[in-house]
Nanobody, 121 residues
Framework: QVQLVESGGGLVQAGGSLRLSCACASSRRTFSSYTMAWFRQAPGKEREFVAR????????YYAYSVKARFTISRDNVKNTVYLQMNSLKREDTAVYYC????????????WGQGTQVTVSS
């Protein structure tokens, strides 16, 4: 069983920054065996992929809309994944979800409860 708990969301002005955290608790497997990702869902829209990071942290991938503004990272000692968000735009407003998949599987089977990010003009 894997439990994911996000934190760090809030209200920020356009152009500002936020850092989201996602703490992972796994009863069976080590944190480094999971590929981790961030997704987001804006009101009235489908959930969309934001960024992912490999188990070792050596490989990352971003959605085009956030590339060069967001950075995903992880600390395999603290069992935590982060999303540093810079140069925030109003269109980044969404609920942000942390997700995990074992050994890079295509389906993310574990999800957090989400954290709200609101960017004001």
């Amino acid at each position: 069983q894997v439990q994911l708990v996000e934190s760090g969301g809030g209200l920020v002005q356009a152009g500002g920054s936020l850092r989201l955290s996602c703490a992972c608790a796994s009863s069976r497997r080590t944190f480094s065996s999971y590929t981790m990702a961030w997704f987001r869902q804006a009101p009235g829209k489908e959930r969309e992929f934001v960024a992912r990071i490999s188990g070792s942290g050596s490989s990352t991938y971003y959605a085009y809309s956030v590339k060069a503004r967001f950075t995903i990272s992880r600390d395999n000692v603290k069992n935590t994944v982060y999303l540093q968000m810079n140069s925030l735009k109003r269109e980044d407003t969404a609920v942000y979800y942390c997700a995990a998949t074992y050994q890079g599987g295509a389906v993310y089977g574990y999800w957090g409860q989400g954290t709200q990010v609101t960017v004001s003009s």
